[in-house]
């Protein structure tokens, strides 16, 4: 907004050394100390004394700070406080900090204007009197304590003093305490200033690595007064994450990747009919344009430099569709007195949709829907399979691509063994070996494969399915001595119009008893080994005869080639499986054609805008995942959770059920549920470069999270050898703004109760896992007060209510999550606004409840967090949200932006008439 100051441009111009800014050249500056990743100077602001313009006068009061930097000798305005009403002692909770990559020296002068605004609503102040120091008297000082006079702008008349505390958070203060009285309407009290020994934030040691993905962090420093009438200190952090572009490159990579793959598998196919023919080149034509522009869209983002995060402008350009809008890390760090350190993280961003695609016919959720009802309803060109079947079917390709290299690799370590002679070895081989192929052979127990292989054989030319000879098993009928069970290769699927439907039971058991073969080799192998051993020690004879072939067998051949023995039934194991997988490969691709081949440009368009929402969703979920880990690395009940259980992210969504926003919530509600698809995994770093890597498929997808080494030492056994890690996303969404007035009067917000009566499920379910997995001694700590159990009964009870606006559904949902050790998301349209004001609610709910608040001081907190004075953007004009000019504007101090009109209802009904006007005029 604009600033009207009733004074001149000269104020406090006699600050600027002249003769030092023309000769800025040869001087050194000496540098503050700094603390690795805390800001390097922050200070609070005190008045005393002030003498208003006028007598009778009462005072409000703000205090612009300025910076006047040594080299240019130019004054750059940087922050400000909040407004201290009716007092001539102000006393602001608001400070300043300056952050460790501001260019401050000990030598920088601090300019500090007190201005007597004379009306808020049109920001129209007066000059009082200004005062300056330089920042190294404030380092300096014995107490760490400047007070200053304040003077008019000829430097003449004195009109008040102001106190320049210096502030760090999370050291003890030495000296006496300062006694400072608040002149507050209404109330007057003692606040004592002290601090206790803090103990250390966990993982604060770990900082360099989180500040790799993160950036550009912003701060703001608080101190708010207790209920025993001592101050704590609050600092809020808000960072940028060059996550916000990371993970939707890796992603966009392995889409690629993927379709690529797929596309390859539909040209092996081999031959079909000319309908299904046809399909097939239509589909890949499609496909192959797909793939084109997601490649497009992965050079444009490996173009994009300077900034991490896509502004709300930004939120509708095509290049960066994949990328959340406005994601960053809302970090309050608290530290009171007789209480520990605590810190409170909330990952904002916008809520993920597809805002280029636009929304006139909906979300994800009713898209999908809507298409898979047309779909079953619509078999004619090609053959229905559900949702739940094409899914199998693409777990199955990836259990096949994941499994067969495994089972060739265990395969050749056995021959390894084998040819060391290695009992123990061969041993540990084979059952790794065992392990991977029944894993293996049962992907393929579904009835899906059988079914698929059918279908695949009436699409092929007169039926018949063409393929190269089966290896036959020659090495068996050599190792009847052995007695192993004895393999007969069939045929494959026959070549004529017969179909014999059990041969693909044939062909796939054959696999198993490929390994019955090994198995029974093995053994055999080492029971001789174990009689040639005891022969040679001269062990004791055994009783009754002998058979006179054994001996032989073990005195002729006292050291058998084993890998000779193995090798025939290796390869037989290969041969097998590869007939397997070459046979489950095509049918189960000729599925995904099925997927593809209804309403091609349809089916890849919903693919395309799943993509771009699950990219959205994932990036913030990465972003919110890496933070708790690093925030709780040196809490064991949290790492046993995490590997136990998993953890819990709860989305807070502040969309309305009305007009465009109905698609983003729809959107958003799919994007966070395919949330569920994604597991962590955390390894050690072993190079500098400790970004997340992406693996899976869009069933399937690996994080990769990497530590230091000296940090993954200490964790837990299973977490080190590579236990996946699974989150349970949920989303509770309560519309807020004036659109969800009218929803509710006039609209339907069914959409809102089933969402958020569908997760709460999910955290009924997750509360049982919790409960049932967690060891005893864990749990009592959540409840020692019952509470945990009474929060979800009440969070039920305020769903199943049904009432308007019932933001205590977001309270409670968070409060779950927070004490559940989850991580925590709020999202709105853009993350501005409604995000700003449920976030800023929050942290003042959190003090209170947590920290001790005082309770007068609630609303003072909460305007000092939502001011956008204190932000320093003392020449914002416009409204972020919405883009209007907001000259006359004044800031909102209310959950509700129509408070106002709810309170009369003449006044809705005309402002409703209007916008009801102004719609009509917008479409027609």
């Known amino acids: 907004m604009e600033i009207k100051e009733e004074g001149t441009s000269e104020e406090g111009q006699h600050f600027l050394p002249a003769a030092q800014a023309n000769d800025p050249e040869d001087i050194q500056f000496t540098s503050i100390q700094k603390i690795p990743n805390e800001p390097q100077l922050e200070f609070i602001l005190a ?196 996550l916000s572009f990371h993970i939707p490159k890796e992603l966009i990579s392995l889409h690629i990747k993927e379709d690529l793959c797929r596309n390859q598998e539909l040209k092996e196919l081999g031959d079909l009919s000319p309908h299904w023919d046809n399909l097939r080149k239509n589909v890949l034509s499609h496909c192959d344009q797909m793939v084109t522009m997601y490649q497009d869209i992965l050079t444009e983002l490996s173009k994009e430099t300077g900034s991490s995060f896509k502004s709300s402008s930004s939120k509708g350009e095509k290049t960066l569709e994949f990328v959340p809008v406005n994601l960053h890390l809302q970090r309050m760090q608290v530290h009171s007195p007789h209480l520990k350190d605590a810190l409170y993280d909330v990952i904002t961003v916008g809520a993920p949709a597809a805002h280029f695609q636009g929304f006139k016919n909906g979300g994800l959720r009713k898209l999908l829907h809507r298409f898979e009802t047309e779909r079953r309803n619509t078999g004619y060109q090609f053959i229905y399979y559900s949702p739940e ?179 025939p039934l290796i390869l037989t194991l290969k041969e097998c499986m590869g007939e397997v997988v070459s046979r489950a490969k095509q049918s189960l691709t000729f599925v995904l054609l099925q997927e593809l081949a209804y309403s091609l440009p349809q089916c890849l368009m919903l693919t395309l805008r799943r993509d771009i929402v699950f990219s959205q969703a994932l990036s913030g979920l990465v972003c919110g995942f890496i933070i708790k880990l690093h925030t709780s690395l040196h809490d064991p009940g949290f790492l046993q959770q995490l590997h136990t259980v998993g953890l819990i992210a709860q989305y807070e969504g502040l969309l309305s059920t009305y007009s465009d926003e109905i698609g983003m919530l729809e959107d958003m509600a799919v994007g966070i549920s395919d949330l569920r698809k994604v597991a962590f995994k955390i390894t050690e770093a072993t190079s500098n470069d400790v970004l997340p890597v992406l693996t899976g498929r869009r069933e399937h997808y690996v994080v990769e999270v990497k530590l230091p080494a000296t940090v993954f030492e200490s964790l837990p056994l299973q977490i080190k050898e590579g236990q996946l890690l699974h989150v349970y996303p949920v989303l509770f969404n309560v519309g807020i703004n004036e659109q969800q007035t009218l929803a509710e009067r006039f609209g339907d917000v069914s959409l809102q109760e089933s969402i958020n009566q569908e997760n709460f499920e999910l955290v009924q379910e997750y509360y049982s896992i919790f ?25 039920h009870q305020n769903i199943q209510a049904k009432k308007r606006k019932n933001v205590e559904i977001m309270w409670l949902a968070a409060t779950i999550c927070r004490k559940l050790n989850g991580i925590r998301f709020t999202c709105c349209k853009s993350a501005k606004d409604r995000t700003s004001m449920s976030v800023t609610l929050e942290q003042c709910s959190i003090l209170r409840d947590e920290h001790q608040l005082h309770k007068d001081f609630f609303i003072r907190a909460l305007d000092c967090m939502r001011s956008r004075q204190t932000q320093g953007a003392l020449n914002e004009s416009d409204d972020p949200e919405t883009g209007c000019l907001t000259d006359n504007k004044p800031t909102s101090r209310h959950f509700y932006p129509v408070a106002l009109l709810l309170v009369s209802s003449h006044l809705l009904v005309v402002w409703l008439i209007l916008s009801l006007a102004l719609l009509l005029a917008k479409y027609q």
């Not at 204007?113 to 380092?139: I, N, P, Q």
């Not at 708010?224 to 060059?242: A, L, V």
């Not at 698929?452 to 039926?463: D, F, I, K, M, V």
């Not at 009592?780 to 007060?785: A, I, P």
Request: proline content about 5%; overall charge negative.
């Open 771 to 795: 409960m049932e997995k967690m060891p005893p001694d864990y749990i009592s700590r959540f409840q020692e007060q019952n509470d945990l159990k009474g929060l979800l009964d009440n969070l």
């Open 47 to 242: 008045c005393k004394d002030l003498v208003a313009p006028v007598s009778d006068r009462k005072l409000n009061t703000v205090v612009q700070i300025s910076v006047i930097h040594p080299v240019e000798q130019t004054l750059t305005r940087y922050s400000s406080t909040e407004i201290v009403e009716g007092t001539k002692d102000p006393l602001f909770l608001t400070g300043v900090t300056f952050p460790s990559d501001y260019p401050i020296y000990e030598e920088t002068r601090i300019k500090l204007t007190v201005y007597d605004v004379k009306d808020k609503s049109h920001d129209t102040r007066s000059f009082l009197g200004c005062a300056s120091f330089k920042v190294g008297e404030l380092l300096k000082s014995k107490e760490q304590l400047l007070s200053l006079s304040l003077r008019t702008s000829d430097g003449g008349k004195v009109v008040g003093t102001i106190e320049v505390s210096l502030m760090r958070m999370g050291e003890i203060e030495d000296g006496d305490t300062d006694h400072i009285t608040t002149d507050v309407p209404g109330q007057k009290c003692a606040l004592v200033y002290e601090s206790t020994a803090p103990e250390s934030l966990s993982g604060k040691e770990n900082l360099p690595f989180l500040n790799a993905v993160l950036r550009n962090p912003v701060y703001k420093l608080y101190r708010f007064p207790t209920s025993d009438n001592k101050w704590m200190r609050i600092r809020e952090q808000m960072s940028e994450s060059i």
């Open 389 to 567: 079947n094409t899914t199998k079917a693409k777990e199955v390709l990836s259990s096949i691509n994941q499994l067969q290299p495994l089972i060739a690799t265990h395969a050749d370590l056995l021959l390894t063994s084998a040819s060391q002679r290695s009992p123990d070895s061969l041993k540990s081989s084979l059952k790794l070996l065992s392990e991977k192929t029944e894993l293996f052979v049962h992907a393929f127990k579904d009835q899906l494969v059988r079914s698929a292989l059918l279908a695949l054989y009436t699409a092929r030319p007169g039926g018949i399915l063409k393929k190269s000879p089966s290896p036959k098993v020659s090495t068996e009928k050599k190792t009847t001595e052995d007695d192993t069970p004895q393999l007969r290769r069939q045929d494959s699927i026959p070549h004529h119009s017969d179909y014999d439907e059990e041969e693909w039971d044939r062909v796939w058991a054959n696999v198993g008893k490929s390994l019955n073969c090994i198995i029974a080799k093995v053994d055999k192998l080492i029971e001789r080994d174990s009689h040639n051993e005891e022969g040679a020690g001269g062990g004791s004879s055994k009783d009754g005869d002998t058979d006179p072939t054994q001996e032989d067998s073990i005195t002729s051949h006292p050291r058998e080639d084993w890998y000779e023995q193995l090798h």
